[in-house]
């Protein structure tokens, strides 16, 4: 006894199977090339690291004002001439109490033996020769070459510092040799100064002691 199938009866179409395999076949391929046009559009992704540009304004910190110059009541008048003192006194000066005090008198203080023009002498009362008017002129001729120093051909300057009087004499106690090329030389140069005579310094056409620097070159080609 034999079994049929009846299903097995039936033949398959060809045509169809076709039609499928094509319709599939465009399918894939549509796919594949929209995966390929996507893929060539978005390009190489940016991995570069990007500086931050955006602006942050900061507030500045305040700078302190300078504190207010201090206003006077009343405006400062004449002038008052400071002398530093050459010696530190190690005592404190009398005082005098009865003496009237005027913190509001600027009219400033005179100066013994002072000048209007701020010329003021030292304590012992000798003036600078840069202060004066008329400058103290030697009336004796310069002192000759010591023959000793001639001889040995030793030549240079000797600076001789001294004080000349309202007389044009030289203050024997103020000679000083400031600088000498050889100690040959000083003792003509003292004794010159010595016995020397000058036209005397004046200030505001009154002679006065000042303090000279006077150089001597001495030459064996002269």
Do not use: C
Not at 27 to 43: D, E, K, L
Not at 96 to 113: I, L, M, Q, R, S
């Amino acid at each position: 006894m034999a079994f049929t199938l009846v299903e097995s009866r039936i033949k398959p179409d060809k045509r169809k199977q076709v039609g499928v395999g094509t319709i599939s076949l465009i399918v894939h391929v549509s796919v594949i090339a929209g995966a390929v046009y996507a893929t060539a559009r978005a390009g190489a992704a940016d991995t570069a690291v990007k500086a931050d540009t955006a602006m942050v304004f900061l507030a500045q910190p305040r700078q302190a004002e300078p504190p207010p110059t201090p206003q006077l009541d009343l405006p400062l008048k004449g002038f008052q001439t400071l002398s530093v003192p050459t010696v530190i006194p190690a005592s404190i000066p009398p005082v005098n109490v009865a003496e009237h005090f005027d913190p509001k008198d600027y009219t400033g203080v005179g100066v013994e033996g002072g000048a209007a023009d701020g010329a003021e002498p030292s304590a012992n009362g000798v003036y600078s020769d840069a202060v004066v008017e008329e400058h103290p002129e030697p009336l004796t001729a310069p002192p000759r070459y010591p023959d000793a120093m001639r001889l040995a051909g030793i030549e240079g300057r000797v600076l001789l510092q001294a004080v000349v009087d309202t007389l044009g004499r030289v203050e024997p106690g103020s000679i000083r040799i400031v600088q000498s090329p050889n100690p040959g030389f000083d003792p003509t140069v003292r004794e010159w100064a010595l016995k020397a005579t000058f036209r005397p310094a004046r200030l505001h056409g009154r002679p006065v002691r000042v303090v000279v620097a006077l150089p001597f070159d001495f030459s064996t080609s002269d």
